[in-house]
């Protein structure tokens, strides 16, 4: 699959990755703080770029943890919270296929509450609650959502916010795309809505390059201290040179123009998709997301999108097949990622990727 054209993975290609500017940043870290970069450090992170997100997220240092990647905050925190099988969770429907892996291999009990054209049903979940549900946890994606591209609303962050404080669950909101908005006004997450009913996870690979692997999470400093001992158990100290790196990537600037370039870049590749899908797979129905990297469509169900997957590199194509963000269903959805997929590839690879699932279709 040479000159395969992948619509699979949710990364930004490499034109619109600000590789001079983070050699500059590399450059400066080493000149500035050789010392700090090369050590161990602490389990919470490097801390100047510890300092420079509790300012950002207006809290104190002791609220945050900076960690190899986001994913790997998610992994300490469901250590943390799921603490014996059975623990009852709530999660979006469809929701990102690791968050999914990550609970079941815990033992989790998962509840998975259907996605709207703006986010997820806050009347079901309240249903859900009043019939007897008590998460521990409920895991949202607030913006331009993993995989299905929606945004919550403020009304329904508000109304998510109630419903913990009203039965005692605390939201996970992961939110690795909130930077990427490319249309609409920005949000308040929830966590600045109710801090002590919140804990939010974010990451740089969207915003700087996957590569980095730096996240963090903002929680309770009792929470982010249970979780720097898992931490300090598990690797004694995260990247301490890819985090100063993104540090001095950050105070220089160079990220708030790292930011506006992915934004113009995957607004023109998410419109372009999206005319694609609607000139070439009519039948397709998807939200047109505001920011993020993904499109999520859902086709009649004569479409066998799973037995398409299995025959996508016939067709010089790739793609994720929707059942791989539920725990069951989704015979007829796939996901699309347009960040790695360069304008002048959209077209071409939307009439491959029509051929695919027409092929599958009875």
Request: net charge negative; proline share 5%.
């Amino acid at each position: 699959m040479a000159d395969a054209i992948s619509f699979s993975r949710g990364a930004p290609s490499v034109d619109i990755v600000d590789i001079e500017g983070l050699r500059a940043a590399a450059d400066r870290a080493f000149t500035n703080d050789p010392a700090g970069m090369t050590a161990y450090g602490t389990s919470v992170g490097y801390l100047p770029l510890r300092k420079w997100l509790a300012d950002k997220h207006g809290v104190a240092p002791e609220n945050v943890i900076v960690t190899n990647g986001s994913m790997q905050a998610d992994a300490f925190l469901f250590d943390e919270w799921v603490d014996q099988p059975g623990t009852q969770v709530v999660v979006e429907k469809p929701s990102y296929d690791r968050t999914l892996l990550g609970l079941t291999g815990r033992g989790a009990d998962v509840t998975a509450i259907e996605l709207e054209s703006d986010g997820i049903d806050t009347a079901a979940l309240r249903a859900a609650l009043e019939g007897g549900l008590r998460p521990k946890f409920a895991h949202i994606i607030p913006n331009f959502q993993n995989p299905g591209g929606s945004t919550l609303p403020l009304s329904k962050r508000e109304e998510l916010v109630a419903l913990a404080k009203e039965y005692g669950f605390t939201i996970f909101e992961d939110d690795p795309y909130r930077d990427i908005r490319f249309r609409g006004e920005e949000l308040p997450s929830m966590y600045e809505l109710a801090p002590d009913h919140v804990v939010y996870a974010c990451s740089f690979s969207k915003t700087v390059c996957p590569g980095v692997r730096v996240g963090y999470l903002v929680g309770n400093p009792e929470l982010i201290k249970a979780i720097a001992t898992r931490a300090t158990n598990t690797y004694i100290a995260p990247d301490m040179l890819a985090q100063a790196i993104v540090y001095e990537f950050a105070v220089s600037g160079s990220l708030d123009t790292a930011v506006s370039r992915v934004q113009d870049a995957l607004r023109e590749r998410c419109d372009l998709l999206a005319e694609g899908l609607e000139k070439y797979l009519p039948e397709a129905k998807f939200v047109r997301p505001d920011g993020g990297y993904f499109l999520w469509d859902e086709l009649p169900e004569n479409y066998d999108v799973d037995a398409a997957a299995a025959a996508q590199g016939d067709y010089d194509v790739a793609f994720v097949k929707g059942s791989d963000f539920l725990l069951e269903g989704g015979k007829s959805s796939f996901r699309l990622a347009y960040s790695a997929v360069r304008a002048e590839q959209v077209d071409e690879g939307v009439q491959r990727l029509a051929a695919c699932l027409n092929a599958h279709k009875s």
